[in-house]
């Protein structure tokens, strides 16, 4: 399920950008684009992370930021941005991989999670989605990471 909602047009690679809160936003622009959020998903993103502190990041190198269906959420959907440098969300926490989840209730999006998890259970796995140069690269190796599992 994962590789179907992230699509190459929901991948962006970028070198660097001055703020977790800016790599939230860029992350997302393809899901406002794609009319899948509103803007504001973003900010309640944002919000909920000045809130709470650095939940989202998930794994080492890996932020899986989200807000609640009722802040701006139309369709299932992901997307991916994958930086060069890291953005920081405390001081010992770089991340690389910013996939924003947008879940339209409690469980449609548990499949995707679950494939999400295939995909950054090992560290090698994430290290080679960091150092990829193009979003095919990065679409295919995750349709790699997802079908060896479910196929073993």
């Known amino acids: ?72 959420v139309y369709a299932l959907a992901v997307s991916l941005l994958c930086l060069q440098q890291p953005v920081f969300f405390s001081p010992n926490q770089p991340v690389f991989l910013i996939f924003v989840l947008a879940a339209m209730d409690n469980t449609s999006h548990l499949q995707a999670l679950a494939d999400l998890t295939l995909v950054l259970q090992h560290p090698n796995q994430v290290d080679s989605l960091i150092a990829c140069q193009h979003e095919e690269d990065i679409s295919e190796k995750i349709k790699q990471f997802t079908t060896k599992e479910s196929a073993g």
Do not use: F
Request: net charge positive.
């Open 1 to 72: 399920m994962l590789t179907k909602l992230l699509t190459k047009d929901c991948i962006q690679i970028a070198n660097v950008v001055p703020s977790w809160q800016e790599a939230i936003r860029l992350a997302a622009t393809p899901l406002v684009r794609q009319n899948k959020i509103e803007q504001r998903y973003i900010e309640a993103m944002i919000q909920s992370i000045e809130q709470y502190g650095p939940y989202v990041v998930i794994t080492p190198k890996v932020a899986l930021p989200h807000a609640r269906p009722s802040d701006g």
